[in-house]
């Protein structure tokens, strides 16, 4: 036991390091503003309050860049998964000539400089009348986490047996049918937890957001919005930390769901690479 | 941190040979160009033609005149030589290679120990570790970046606070953002701090696929912890290194959020990286030629970094279909 000590406290080391500044935010966003100025701060919540998720949700705008986050992000999600699970199939199911080249071409997109291409993005969207808009960022979002999608549903789709397709197909079923009712039900975990990795990488960005939505500020998702902290809540830091909880709550949830996937199953995955 | 790049280390998934010869090939000719054919459209016009386009606009005059109306002209190397020549992009690119370098060398050290921490500790602490880890992992880039700059605030903030109750007088209302070398440093840790948890998760979960023999053997023979880690550890995991330190490099050289949102590359340029620089240059001086040479570069530059890496990848994959 002692002769662990050493050990032990590293690793406490580390878990003070990781989870305080989260717990300082949600700490912030529940203390009343009289005791975040005080000289010496307090480490618990002494005097739990509402008062400033109640500023940040009435902030001006707080619900529409809500919506326009979940709008873009759902869209983007479900369109990369219908687009993805096809090429998986085919990926993982058939045998033709270039398939090799795809699945390297696949690999590769997943490692693309999106962020070089901020420039030549913001004039494209200006050349088709797509400055400002949400379906730009749509299609942007569908397609940064489309090769991961199916990348994924690849791997989901090839642990599951072809016999069982093809007992389906003696049976007298069609090649869409059997995929729908034997395929599917057993893809669907694989699906479920590929769209929340899809769900997250596209709540989070912040690039493109920035870059192409200039004008129309009624079109800006959450991250630009809380990018701009300063300019909506003032030196509100207790305001600007309950903004920062409800933006990240989504996610948190995500992983709380995930929790068992994100720990095994994709560090699993890296591992064997 | 996003979570393609976290899959993006989820190269091989168990079952993902090629597909069994059983599979009838009957009428399959068609079909697959079919099927593959949306995520191909979508690669060609979201990804494939703007970086086309990108080059396209670095070989040409490309200013407000001609985003309006159109009809740029070419002018052949010229923004490249303006680029190259300029004083201020060398030394962006020799911030972005310590940005980068200083990143991913604490990024992987710190792994590597924490993961090493981890294997060795008892079941309750350890479950606490990964919890804090995932949690960490959790947090939007957005979310970190306003809490960082909550914790380092001059007059309110914790970590003054703390540093004068230790007794060091001098960061009292010490103004961090303010200055180039602190801003960067708060920069690190922020991007440091993120990207730990899937490191050494990552690093760990290799680990624990280490056999256990291999170590016993290793103590027989009487190597110390040290020697273990040299001779026995380092060397299984070597490919898992290999990748998880290009991933890095990948997303720490292109970090774009959190220099952003944190300072816009200042103050005077301190925390300007290459593609902040480009950004910079193309939305606020509207300079959309020069901004998509240094874009250009940018990937350039990183494909030279990682040659290695993608030559690998190639290879490994090359093997498995």
């Keep these: 036991m002692i002769r662990r000590l050493p050990l032990n406290l590293a690793a406490l080391v580390v878990v003070v390091i990781s989870v305080f500044p989260v717990y300082w935010m949600a700490l912030t966003a529940f203390t009343p503003t009289k005791d975040i100025q005080a000289e010496t701060p307090t480490f618990w919540p002494a005097h739990p309050t509402l008062e400033h998720f109640a500023t940040a949700v009435n902030a001006d705008g707080f619900w529409t860049f809500w ?9 983007a999600v479900l369109l990369a998964l219908a687009v993805a699970l096809l090429a998986a199939f085919a ?11 795809f699945i390297l071409m696949v690999f590769i997109a997943q490692m693309a400089p999106w962020e070089a291409l901020l420039v030549s993005m913001f004039i494209i969207a200006r050349d088709t009348g797509m400055l400002d808009k949400l379906s730009m960022l749509t299609l942007i979002y569908f397609m940064t986490t489309l090769p991961f999608t199916i990348v994924t549903l690849r791997g989901f789709l090839a642990s599951i047996p072809p016999e069982l397709e093809e007992a389906a197909l003696m049976d007298g079923c069609g090649r869409a049918a059997a995929f729908r009712r034997v395929v599917l039900p057993l893809l669907a975990p694989g699906l479920m937890s590929t769209s929340l990795f899809g769900f997250i990488t596209a709540w989070n960005e912040f690039a493109f957001a920035n870059a192409l939505i200039i004008k129309n500020q009624d079109d800006r998702t959450l991250p630009v919005w809380l990018s701009s902290f300063s300019n909506v809540f003032g030196t509100d830091w207790g305001a600007t930390m309950a903004a920062s909880t409800l933006f990240m709550l989504p996610v948190l949830l995500i ?9 095994s199953g994709l560090i699993a995955g890296a591992v064997k690479g | 941190m996003s979570a393609p790049s976290l899959a993006a280390g989820r190269r091989e998934t168990p079952a993902t040979g090629p597909p069994p010869a059983a599979a009838p090939p009957r009428r399959t000719a ?21 970086l086309l386009r990108s080059v396209v606009i670095s070989f040409q005059h490309f200013r407000t005149g001609e985003l309006i109306r159109g009809g740029a002209a070419f002018v052949g190397l010229e923004n490249y030589r303006a680029v190259l020549g300029s004083e201020e992009f060398r030394s962006v690119v020799l911030r972005t290679l310590v940005w980068t370098v200083v990143n991913v060398v604490l990024i992987m050290v710190i792994s590597t120990v924490v993961a090493l921490m981890i294997a060795r500790l008892g079941r309750r602490m350890r479950l606490a570790v990964l919890s804090a880890l ?6 939007p880039v957005l979310a970190a970046t306003t809490i960082f700059q909550w914790l380092f605030q001059s007059r ?19 103004t961090w953002f303010a200055d180039g070398t602190s801003t960067f440093a708060i920069l690190v840790t922020l991007v440091v701090w993120q990207s730990v948890p899937f490191a050494a998760l990552t690093l760990y979960a290799g680990l624990t696929t280490v056999p256990a023999e291999l170590y016993e053997a290793a103590r027989i023979d009487g190597a110390t912890s040290r020697q273990v880690f040299t001779e026995v550890t380092f060397p299984i995991l070597r490919p898992l290194f290999g990748l998880i330190t290009s991933l890095e490099v990948i997303w720490v050289f292109k970090c774009f959020a959190q220099i952003w949102a944190v300072s816009r590359g200042g103050p005077d340029g301190a925390t300007t990286t290459l593609p ?10 509207h300079k959309y030629d ?19 890496h993608l030559r690998r990848m190639v290879k490994q994959e090359g093997e498995h279909l």
Excluded: C, K
């Design chain 1, 67 to 75: 919506r326009n986050s979940l709008a873009v992000t759902a869209a």
């Design chain 1, 91 to 101: 990926v993982a199911r058939m045998r033709w000539r270039g398939r090799r080249g």
């Design chain 1, 255 to 263: 992983f709380l769901i995930l929790q068992r996937r994100v720990t």
């Design chain 2, 30 to 50: 068609l079909w697959p160009y079919l099927l593959i054919a949306p995520t191909v459209l979508g690669a060609a016009y979201l990804l494939l033609y703007p």
């Design chain 2, 134 to 139: 995932v949690l960490t992992w959790a947090t």
């Design chain 2, 156 to 174: 309110l903030g914790v970590v003054n606070w703390l540093l004068v109750t230790l007794g060091l007088e001098s960061f009292r209302d010490y």
């Design chain 2, 276 to 285: 902040v620089y480009a950004f910079q240059v193309a939305q606020s001086l």
């Design chain 2, 290 to 308: 020069l901004g998509s040479a240094i874009s250009t570069l940018t990937v350039l530059i990183l494909i030279v970094a990682l040659i290695t």
